[in-house]
């Protein structure tokens, strides 16, 4: 690793997640990481087959645990701050992936397999409120599932989903009302939507290898991204408001594009540790350092390689263009390899949270100097 610059001091800790098996949950029922009395050892499974399948995290308005999606599991899970979790299924063939909490603190989730947003009681896990997002035309035989991935919450409390599969953006209005935004691009395969400041949802075309988005009106519009094939994974506003700061997972750099002037994209390439490391999702910490996730896809056969969370000082946001110089750069190794890590966000106490989808684990950052988690 001849760019690093610094190491990161911060404690860091995996916590295994123990996905039950589908065919032994029962409706309504939360399931411990110890094996309950009367359920069999073999009453839980890790990993999925062909890999994990540990996705998105989002912290509860209270702050004080994360809920985790398992989408091959038909799972999700609560993990307190400590780690210890609890399991809540979800319905056989439903896959669950986005997550978001809206304005009156309720947890919505995606359905991705089955075509839906559920609300989400989180008291005890069980589904309140299901919302069909299919798609019907008479061009269709029957109605289509545009495979509803990420979730956010726009301004006005609508609740906006990519349409993986589709070609679209979705919205959800407050009164249940879902409407659809065709994306001009065909294959844009769009994954994380997010807000921006200017009141527009903005998404990532991991296929197209664009940005959308789109208007308080309605209106889409696309901003091709410079490097070929790059495939944006996360999007999210920086704190200054000033910039939307996206992920390149194939094209190892770091995109922002100028709220004043949505047409100025710039990029940064990102020291990469190995030649075939790729990065994940990024987030903001309240000081303005961008975190990202970088790691090495795992090889069938053969050696493995470190993956790390790199953090970006808060000089990135005045960066010249494609220029780091002067940027402090600090590399946390994560203690496993093959994470094939996921999503990044922030936790209490200044930590740093994250997941690892390939091995089914969910990571926690304690940073040196900042208050330890009670």
Known sequence: MDDVQAVGTG?????????????????????TDAVMPGMATDAFSCCAPGGGSTHELVLDPGGTAFWVSGQKYDHL??????????????????????SVFDAEGRLWVTFESA???????????????TIDVTIA????RGPMNPHPHGLTLGADGALWFTGKLSNTIGRVDR???????????????????????????????????????????????????PTANSRPITIKP???????????????????????????????PVPLPHRDAILAGHT???????????????PAAGPTVDDYVVRFDKAILEAPAGDLTGVGITWFKAPSQRTVMHRITMGPAGS???????LDKVGRIDRSGSPPLK
């Open 175 to 225: 009164g249940g009302r879902v409407e659809h935004f065709v994306l001009p691009s065909i294959g844009a395969v769009p994954i994380y939507v997010a807000p921006g400041p200017d009141g527009a949802i903005w998404c990532t075309e991991l296929g197209a290898s664009r940005i959308a988005r789109v208007a308080s009106d309605g209106t889409v519009t696309e901003i091709e991204i």
């Open 11 to 31: 404690r860091i800790i995996e916590f295994q997640l123990n996905w039950p098996m589908t065919s032994a949950a029962m409706p309504g029922m939360a399931m």
């Open 284 to 298: 903001f910490d309240a000081d303005g350092n961008l975190w990202v996730q970088q790691y090495v896809s795992p």
């Open 77 to 98: 899970a609560r993990i307190a701050l400590d780690g210890s979790a609890l399991y809540y299924p979800m319905p056989t063939g439903s896959g669950p992936h986005g």
């Open 115 to 129: 075509g839906a947003l559920a609300r989400i009681d989180t008291d005890d896990g069980r589904i309140v409120e």
């Open 137 to 140: 035309s008479d061009r269709l």
């Open 238 to 268: 920086d704190p200054l408001g000033r910039a939307m700061w996206f992920t390149q997972e194939a094209g190892g750099r770091l995109g922002r594009i100028d709220l004043a002037d949505p047409t100025q994209l710039t990029e940064y």
């Open 352 to 358: 740093v949270w994250f997941s690892e989808l390939g």
